[in-house]
């Protein structure tokens, strides 16, 4: 299954094509992501467009937000079986739960993975 495919295989949760992209990006890369990472994937700036996304997966029980300290943002982790589903992955790793070092291994590998995109990664 292509990245592609992937993307198109969850349009169905209802979100637009690039956030279905980051969706994808952040599932098989870590299951953990921050809102300054989904403002570098789209080249925006923070604002309303990010906070409504986030919202929209929270909603949605897409996804669940946890503060690792005061005063220092939100660390999402996409974690629904719908989404594995449809990438067909279910039993896919990213889903569990980790420790606070492990989350921070896998928000730089997600920054890692989007400094080079356009790359296609294994």
Known sequence: MTFEDRVHALQPVGLSLRQTAFLVTVALHGGY?????????????HGQTSCDFFTRLLTRRLATRLQIQPNRGYVYHVH?????????????????EV?????????????????????DWL
């Open 99 to 119: 420790s606070f070092p492990h989350i921070a291994r896998k928000l730089m590998v997600l920054d890692y993975i989007l400094a080079g995109a356009g790359r």
């Open 80 to 96: 629904a079986k719908a989404v594995y589903r449809a990438l067909e992955q279910v039993d896919n790793r990213n889903r569990r």
């Open 33 to 45: 992501c921050l809102s300054r990472q989904y403002d570098a994937f789209t080249g925006r700036a």
